[in-house]
């Protein structure tokens, strides 16, 4: 005799209203386990990344840099942050790709590529201590257009990565080399260095 066994899974859609309730993202540690980081809300609008230090706070950042959805990164040394985006936004056309002009010269002219609504997205930022932007990363350089198909979409939301808001695979993580490690709904892993 079969046994069936049926999973239900219930996606949660984003909602700022349920971010600022929970008040805080998900602390995570260095990976030499020396410093720790959340990012906390206080109000809407009002939030502080704090990085600690065995259980003391190192330091503070009174800034929103995303929200407590998202997944933060520190370095061994506790000096820069990666943040990634857990449900990034799609773009939206530009007006003048709804209503494409019709001139007499326009089978002459090149086509215009396809818009595209994931790729120019930015998905993770690399930030020191005092806010300042290092780096950052747009879905087109984790995930090819023909991945794009693999996106888990809510809305204009949309799901990049595995191990995140019911999409099987690992957590994104901190590896023993000091770098952020995930993959991708493709599925592919990357690692992204601090540039310490």
């Not at 600022?20 to 020396?34: K, L, M, P, T």
């Not at 520190?74 to 002009?101: I, N, T």
Request: overall charge neutral.
């Amino acid at each position: 005799m079969a046994r069936w066994q049926t999973t239900l899974l219930v996606l949660v859609p984003f909602s700022p209203a349920l971010a600022d309730e929970q008040g805080h993202s998900r602390g995570r540690a260095s990976s030499n386990a020396e410093y720790g980081i959340v990012m906390r809300a206080e109000a809407p609008g009002k939030c502080r990344v704090e990085v600690t230090r065995d259980a003391e706070v190192a330091w503070t950042l009174p800034h929103c840099v995303g929200t407590v959805d998202d997944l933060y990164f520190v370095s061994d040394s506790g000096e820069r942050f990666w943040v990634l985006a857990s449900l990034p936004k799609s773009l939206l056309p530009p007006a003048s790709a709804a209503q494409p002009a019709v001139t007499k010269k326009s089978s002459a002219r090149k086509k215009a590529p396809p818009f595209d609504a994931y790729g120019p997205v930015v998905v993770a930022w690399l930030y020191d201590r005092l806010g300042n932007l290092v780096g950052e990363r747009h879905l087109a350089e984790l995930l090819p257009t023909s991945g794009h198909r693999k996106l888990r979409t809510l809305d204009r939301r949309f799901v990049w990565l595995e191990g995140v808001l019911g999409v099987p695979g690992r957590e994104p993580r901190a590896n023993e080399q000091n770098q952020v490690e995930f993959e991708t709904v493709e599925p592919k892993t990357w690692r992204l260095e601090y540039g310490e």
